[in-house]
């Protein structure tokens, strides 16, 4: 009976945690998207006016076109290209999914961001109740991840081998699986999505599963390149069991 209780109380934790993001991320996107349109279509607006007039500007106006342009571009705004970039949104599903599968995991890359006070304050409570959530959910997953431990444990302890090479066993089978399925792999997966170097992809992986996030690599978000529709939610996945995984690590 435990077992069966202990079974249904992950599964409505597995569910609690996903529905929170997608809640999360469906609010995010209704507070954010038209604000982002506005902003774009000043960011068209602007270059249309720079490129009607650029022959005949001050300084002094065209410092203020470079000011307006640093800040659009800082808002994650790019003005280059067609009309047609006023449609695509930052604020999609995936992307806002993505987002915030950051802030309750407080990496916090930094690239995608609230900007309208709704969004700010909405911010703060999510992930004032989403980040203990995101604790207990890792520590759930990670229990799971300790149970195979144990369970590989008990198979080499019955063929015969002394606890202490055991335990010596199970965390070098951990963590050589780890770095491999949450490092390795996902380096040469981001190195062929993205165009980064292995290094970069290395690098990006490290820096985000150790919640650090400078936000200097981010994926999916470079102009130009297509990406599969997927791609954000996969990472944001991966990124989970990545966090989970680290927690285990700590726990073993």
């Known amino acids: 009976k435990a077992m069966c209780s202990g079974k249904l109380q992950t599964a409505l934790l597995v569910a609690g945690y996903f529905v929170y993001l997608l809640m999360g ?4 996107q209704a507070l954010e998207r038209a604000a982002e349109k506005q902003e774009k279509i000043a960011a068209a607006q602007m270059k249309e006016a720079f ?14 076109f470079m000011k307006n342009l640093t800040e659009a571009i800082h808002n994650g705004v790019y003005p280059v290209g067609n009309e047609s970039q006023i449609e695509d949104s930052n604020w999609d599903f995936s ?3 993505f987002f915030a599968g950051t802030v309750v995991s407080t990496i916090g890359y930094g690239t995608l961001r609230p900007k309208t006070a709704g969004g700010q304050i909405f911010c703060v409570f999510f992930a004032l109740f989403g980040i203990p959530l995101n ?10 991840l300790s149970l195979l431990c144990k369970k590989l444990g008990i198979f080499l302890y019955e063929k015969g081998m002394r606890k202490k090479k055991i335990k010596f066993l199970t965390l070098l089978f951990f963590l050589a699986t780890g770095i491999l399925v949450f490092l390795c792999l996902p380096s040469l997966f981001f190195q062929i999505t993205e165009g980064w170097s292995y290094s970069e992809g290395i690098y990006f992986a490290f820096i985000t599963l150790s919640t650090i996030g400078f936000g200097d690599y981010v994926v999916g978000k470079q102009p ?3 990406y599969f529709s997927y791609y954000r939610t996969l990472v944001a996945i991966w990124i989970i069991f990545g966090l989970a995984w680290i927690a285990l690590l700590f726990n073993l």
Request: proline residues 0%.
């Open 95 to 97: 992307n806002s999914f």
């Open 25 to 28: 991320a469906a609010v995010f």
């Open 135 to 144: 604790i207990v959910f890792l520590h759930r997953v990670g229990k799971m």
């Open 51 to 64: 490129l009607q007039n650029f022959t005949h500007l001050t300084v002094a106006e065209m410092e203020q």
């Open 224 to 226: 130009g390149r297509n």
